[in-house]
């Protein structure tokens, strides 16, 4: 399979552990997304890279999430200190060049109790 | 906040009726895009529709693109119960084009057999 892959599927953890989620963009693709995904409502953007540079991040990226990509490849996404506030799927997408259209991994469904 | 909006929230049909979903949005686009999402899953691109383009096609889906209303429509002819799925438009904004998609929060459609 070639798509995009994201692990784990699902993550339960306690408020206040730590947790951190991988994501495999299209091996071409230089461009990778992260959302968030809440019940009934469409993704928000969290942040992107293009390459190994973070580029931009949202205003709901807190200090307690982080992302890396590093060489370019793989990213993580950690959170620190987990609210339940944090429970949410969060998608990964990657863009090839000179394309604008996204593809996406089948998200990683994150449940604080 | 979600910029795209749809409507309607949520769309019942029968098996080979057409299906219509609108989106409105507020900012200048470089493309508009129209993504489903089969429940619990990721998001898959359908169709992309530029600025500078008043109407695609593609397959059983059309889409338009009304730029002075800042408004979208996305067609499904002849329905199948697989199209049972959320779907979503998502904005790729002029300014900052290709760092991020602004998603509106997705019209459930229910296609009955």
């Known amino acids: 399979d070639t798509g995009v892959s994201q692990n784990p599927r699902h993550k339960i953890t306690k408020r206040g552990q730590n947790v951190t989620f991988r994501c495999d963009p299209i091996?071409?693709?230089?461009?990778l997304y992260w959302y968030r995904q809440t019940l009934g409502q469409g993704p928000e953007f969290l942040t992107y890279f293009q390459n190994e540079a973070q580029l931009e991040k949202s205003r709901l990226l807190s200090d307690r999430f982080s992302a890396e990509r590093p060489k370019g490849s793989f990213s993580t996404l950690e959170i620190q200190r987990t609210e339940q506030g944090d429970s949410a799927m969060y998608l990964c997408a990657s863009r090839g060049r000179r394309k604008y259209e996204q593809y996406f991994g089948p998200g990683t469904r994150l449940t604080v109790t | 906040s979600q910029q795209g909006e749809e409507d309607p929230q949520a769309l019942s049909i029968q098996e080979g009726e057409n299906a219509t979903m609108n989106c409105s949005y507020k900012t200048s686009i470089n493309n508009l895009q129209w993504y489903r999402q089969n429940s619990g899953r990721g998001l898959v691109h359908l169709i992309l529709i530029r600025s500078n383009e008043r109407e695609k096609h593609s397959g059983r889906l059309r889409v338009t693109l009304d730029t002075s209303k800042k408004s979208s429509s996305l067609l499904i002819t002849a329905s199948r119960a697989a199209d049972t799925a959320s779907y979503f438009c998502?904005?790729?904004?002029?300014?900052?084009?290709?760092?991020?998609?602004?998603f509106g929060e997705g019209t459930q459609l229910t296609v009955n057999p």
């Open positions: 091996s071409e693709h230089n461009r």
């Open positions: 998502a904005t790729d904004p002029f300014e900052t084009s290709g760092s991020r998609l602004t």
